[in-house]
């Protein structure tokens, strides 16, 4: 693994826009800030091997490292990543009803680990206005004042440290792919620290296929409507092709395409879609509003699912195939589009130090030469749609789905 310092994290990641404001560079030390979405350097380090640049998932990510110490297996290029199983799921009656993104699994198994005491506390993200905030719930009942997406990306995994740093371990984090990519490098102990103890004992993790820069993202709502009526945000799965946003007395639609912009960079160079280093991976659901997708990676992932749903926390049922083909699709979309961006600014392989990810080149060249077909949506298309050219607007929207 290469080892560098704040320096190199600086030239490589925040000075060339990289940076999407994960958050597992601060609280590390007094030097990185997180400020209104933005992370910033305020004080020069001369360490030449840090945390900071160990953990960011901007920089030097050995897919296949990753893969070997979380699963025992090497990367393969998958775009679902290594898994066990999907299925289509939700939270269980005896969770009361209360605002989920979509079928509110994560905040379901949240609760769970946090009420059978498997977890000590959970990395969640909440919100301050439009600013979303990380948060340490260490009471079941705190998870549900974190529920629903907040589009920007946030810095949560501040949160983590710091837990770290009071003494909490067996943690469980929510985490988008990137931060869930962070977790893992710190769970690798890349610095060889004698004194570490691998503090994460879940991570659910969110899939994504960009986040919004939260400046940004907030100039351009604050234009268009009151902030303070603000109560949701959702983008619903394609052929929609909008951003909501549910106010106190109505809901107001923006095209994708208006919001795109506001995507920072380092999405562009991100290969992940479903947090492939998670134990278990939650995303929407095409077609059903109310329910998840659910994909279970690891053992103590699938220990958790099996235990949330007999104690009646979680609702799985199977996953059509059509489902399936189309999420795959998606994903390997997205996994091309990241490899690209990379292979074009020369971020993939090569220098030390500077490339955002490392594969081996087999992988690069079965992501490169399998493009994915577009598979039949599983909502049932009209005839009218398709005339309007839906197969082209899913393409597009490849994919909030
Ligand atoms: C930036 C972003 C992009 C997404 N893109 C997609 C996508 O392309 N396709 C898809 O299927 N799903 C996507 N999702 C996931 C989806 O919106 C839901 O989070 C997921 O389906 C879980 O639903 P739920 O009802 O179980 O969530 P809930 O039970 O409501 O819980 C939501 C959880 O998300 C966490 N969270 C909220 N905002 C953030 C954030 N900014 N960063 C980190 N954690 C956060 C909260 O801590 C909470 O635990 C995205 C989510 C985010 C945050
Ligand atoms: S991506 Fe995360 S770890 Fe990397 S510089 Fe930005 S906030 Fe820090
Ligand atoms: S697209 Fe990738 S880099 Fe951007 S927020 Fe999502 S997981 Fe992170």
Redesign the pocket.
């Known amino acids: 693994m290469n080892k560098f310092g704040s320096e190199k994290l600086n030239q490589q990641v925040l000075q060339t826009g990289l940076c999407i404001g994960c958050g597992a560079c601060i609280d590390l030390c007094p030097y990185f800030r997180s400020h209104r979405g933005r992370t910033a350097q305020l004080f020069p380090c001369n360490r030449e091997e840090g945390r900071c640049f160990a953990h960011c998932p901007k920089v030097e990510v050995d897919a296949d490292t990753l893969c070997r110490f979380l699963f025992a297996a090497p990367y393969n290029g998958d775009p679902l990543g290594i898994h066990r199983s999907i299925h289509i799921s939700r939270a269980g009656d005896r969770l009361k009803k209360q605002p ?8 379901a198994l ?1 609760y769970y680990a946090l009420r059978t005491k498997r977890i000590r506390g959970a990395i ?2 909440g919100r301050e206005g439009l600013l ?1 905030v990380p948060r340490l719930a260490t009471r079941p009942a705190a ?1 549900f004042g ?9 810095p ?1 995994l501040s949160a983590l440290n710091r837990a770290i740093a009071a003494g909490y371990d067996n943690l469980g984090i ?3 792919p990137c ?1 869930a990519a962070a977790v893992a490098q710190m769970r690798m102990n890349p610095l060889d620290r004698p004194s570490f103890q691998d503090p994460a004992a879940l991570v659910i993790g ?6 919004l820069d939260f400046r940004q993202f907030e100039a351009f709502l604050a234009a268009r409507l009151p902030l303070r009526d603000i109560v949701k945000v959702d ?1 619903p799965p394609p052929p929609a092709a909008v951003l909501e946003v549910y106010l106190r007395d109505g809901k107001k639609e923006f095209p994708l395409d208006e919001i795109r912009p506001l995507v920072p960079a380092g999405c562009g160079y991100c290969i992940d ?1 479903t947090a492939e280093f998670a134990d278990v991976s ?3 659901l095409e077609g059903r509003p109310d329910r ?2 659910l994909i279970v990676r690891t053992a103590r992932g699938e220990k958790i699912v099996r235990e949330a749903e007999k104690d009646g926390y979680l609702i799985r049922e199977d996953m059509p195939a059509e489902n399936r083909a189309h999420l795959q699709w998606a994903a390997a979309n997205k996994k091309q589009r990241g490899v690209r961006r990379c292979l074009e600014t020369g971020r993939l392989n090569g220098e030390e130090g500077a490339a955002c990810l490392r594969l081996k080149e087999e992988i690069i060249r079965q992501i490169m030469e399998n493009t994915p077909e577009v598979p039949t949506s599983p909502h049932p298309v009209g005839e009218e749609r398709q005339k309007s050219g839906h197969s082209r607007q899913v393409k597009e929207a490849s ?3």
């Open positions: 989920f993104q979509a079928g509110g699994t994560v905040t949240a969640l993200t979303p998870v974190s529920s629903l997406s907040k589009y920007a990306a946030a949560t929510v985490a988008t931060q969110l899939f994504c296929t960009w986040a983008i879609m939650v995303g929407v998840n997708t994919c909030l789905i």
